[in-house]
């Protein structure tokens, strides 16, 4: 028999999980010190233009 569920309580539950990994996200980014945060945007530029040097042009 399958097993009964609050979907009030559930909805409740998925919302307190949504909110933990959002304020992980936040810790991370605003926890970050200076040069952390530089090299971490140094790395997203470098990929950005690895990424760029490898596009194809249309015919």
């Known amino acids: ?10 909805r409740k539950a998925k919302q307190r999980a ?3 990994s959002q ?5 991370a980014r605003h926890g970050a010190s200076t040069a952390e945060r530089r090299l ?7 990929l950005a233009r690895t990424v760029d040097g490898a596009r194809r042009e249309p015919d």
């Open 23 to 27: 304020a992980d996200a936040n810790r």
């Open 18 to 20: 949504d909110a933990a």
């Open 1 to 10: 028999m399958a097993e009964i569920v609050n979907l009030r309580q559930a």
């Open 40 to 46: 971490a945007k140094d790395e997203a530029d470098r």
